[in-house]
C-alpha cells in the first residue's frame, strides 16, 4: 500500500512541488481512477447477484486496460476542471479543488445506477491472481505495483529535468516573470495539472484492484488528501525520492501504530484509540517542518544535466 500512496504524493508533487498549484482535490482523481478501473475491468453481476449491485457497465477487460482507461478518465477530467479553476488565486483554487472533489465522492455516494451507490463494488479482478498461491499473492502485486512505481519517477525525472520542466518551476517561483518571458502559464499550469491527475488515476486503479472493492467512504479527504500531503510535506516537495520516502514513512507509522494500539489499548477503549495515529503523525511532521522546513529530502538544486 506503501508504494501505491508514493504514487499519488508523486503525482502531487508535480502539482504542489514542481508547479505551486494547491490541490486539495486528490481524492477526486483518486476515485476516478479506482472506479473506472473497476468499472472497465470488472463483468456485470449475473443471478441473485444482480438484484444487490447495480453498476452501469461491466466491460471484464484486462488490468492493464483498466489502468490505461483509468489515467485517461482522471486526466480528461482534469482538463474541464483546469480550465475552471486555474485562473484563481491560490487559496480560493484550494477552495475550488476539494469542493470539486466532495462533489465526486458525494456523487459515488448518491447514484444508484453506476457503481452501486454507497455499497461501492466488490469482487474486483485481480491480475495473475490465478496463478499465484493466496499466500503469496501480496508480493506479486507488490512487484506489479512497484514496475509502476518505478516508470512513473523515471518518466517524471526525465520530464522535469526537461525545458518543460523547468517552465513549470519558473512559474512556481515567478509567474509574473514567466508571463513576461513569453510563456503560456495558464497551458503549462493546465499540462501539469492533467499530467499530475493522469498518475493519481494510475494509483486509483492500482488501490481498488489490489483492495478488490470500492466504496465511497475510501475517498473522503483524510485518507485521499490530507495523508497525501502529510507524505509530500514531509519528505520535501519539489523531489521525487522525498514523496516516495515520505509515503513509505507515513504509511509505516501509520501501520506500526495500528498493531501497538490494537496490541495496548483494552477493547473497549479501541474505538477512540485510532485518533492516535492522527496526532501521532502530526507531531512528526510538526517536528520535522520545524527541524527541516523543506522535508527530510529537500529539493535539488541541479534541475538539468545539459
Do not use: C
Request: hydrophobic letters at 50%; proline letters at 5%; glycine letters at 12%.
Amino acid at each position: 500500500m506503501a508504494s501505491i500512496y508514493a504514487i499519488f504524493s508523486m503525482g502531487l508533487n508535480v502539482h504542489w512541488g514542481y508547479t505551486g498549484l494547491l490541490n486539495f482535490g486528490i481524492a477526486g482523481f483518486f476515485a476516478l481512477g479506482a472506479y473506472t478501473s473497476a468499472l472497465v475491468t470488472s463483468r456485470m453481476p449475473t443471478g441473485a447477484l444482480a438484484n444487490y449491485v447495480k453498476q452501469v457497465f461491466g466491460l471484464g477487460m484486462p488490468f492493464p486496460i483498466g489502468v490505461l482507461a483509468a489515467a485517461i478518465v482522471a486526466g480528461l477530467i482534469a482538463i474541464p476542471v483546469g480550465l475552471l479553476t486555474l485562473r484563481l488565486s491560490e487559496g480560493y483554487l484550494a477552495i475550488a479543488t476539494i469542493g470539486i472533489s466532495e462533489s465526486i465522492r458525494i456523487f459515488f455516494n448518491n447514484e444508484s445506477w453506476l457503481a452501486n451507490g454507497p455499497q461501492g463494488l466488490i469482487g474486483l479482478p485481480q491480475p495473475l491472481r490465478s496463478l499465484v498461491s493466496p499466500d503469496y499473492y501480496n508480493f506479486v502485486y507488490l512487484a506489479i505495483v512497484v514496475i509502476f512505481l518505478v516508470i512513473v519517477y523515471l518518466a517524471l525525472e526525465r520530464g522535469i529535468r526537461s525545458p518543460w520542466g523547468r517552465v513549470l518551476r519558473a512559474i512556481r517561483e515567478d509567474e509574473t516573470m514567466s508571463e513576461a518571458d513569453g510563456k503560456n502559464v495558464f497551458l503549462f499550469k493546465l499540462q501539469s495539472l492533467v499530467l499530475g491527475a493522469v498518475i493519481m488515476g494510475i494509483g486509483g486503479s492500482l488501490y481498488a484492484h489490489f483492495s478488490a472493492a470500492i466504496q465511497p467512504s475510501v475517498f473522503e479527504p483524510l485518507f485521499g488528501t490530507f495523508i497525501i500531503w502529510t507524505m509530500l510535506t514531509l519528505g520535501g516537495t519539489g523531489n521525487n525520492k522525498g514523496a516516495i520516502l515520505g509515503a513509505f514513512i507515513v504509511w509505516a507509522i501509520w501501520s506500526w501504530s495500528t498493531y501497538l494500539i490494537n496490541q495496548v489499548v483494552p477493547p473497549g477503549f479501541q474505538t477512540r484509540a485510532p485518533y492516535i495515529r492522527y496526532i501521532l503523525i502530526g507531531l512528526i511532521l510538526v517536528i520535522v517542518m520545524v527541524r527541516r522546513p523543506k522535508g527530510l529530502i529537500g529539493e535539488e538544486r541541479q534541475v538539468s544535466r545539459f
